[in-house]
Nanobody, 119 residues
């Protein structure tokens, strides 16, 4: 029953910005993950069901901001100062049973949206 639909990916030059959106079918703890070419999937940013608790992986701290609009069950990832290393497929994921879930507790996934950062 959990549905997650990502949007907002695209091609941007290094130093530019993008905002990703994830429309969810309910109010869940949500997270953004990404998978770069030839790399394993990694977590990027996590947000609690209330929207007041957030955590970021070290490589994006100070550049990315995760937020949510609970009225719309939508989570956003504002990405600024993008680097070529940020290139990859970005996935929205949900955890149903915790407020702010650990990365391994996310069990439902969207189809992904491609982010390409050019030099």
């Amino acid at each position: 029953q959990v549905q997650l639909v990502e949007s907002g990916g695209g091609l941007v030059q290094a130093g530019g910005s993008l905002r990703l959106s994830c429309a969810a079918s309910g109010r869940y703890a949500l997270g953004w993950f990404r998978q770069a070419p030839g790399k394993e999937r990694e977590w990027v940013a996590l947000i609690s069901r209330s929207g007041t608790g957030t955590v970021y992986t070290d490589s994006v701290k100070g550049r990315f901001t995760i937020s949510r609009d609970n009225a719309k069950n939508t989570v956003y990832l504002q990405m600024n100062s993008l680097k070529t290393e940020d290139t990859g497929v970005y996935y929205c994921a949900a955890s149903l049973y915790t407020d702010l879930a650990l990365p391994h507790e996310y069990n439902y996934w969207g189809q992904g949206t491609q982010v390409t950062v050019s030099s």
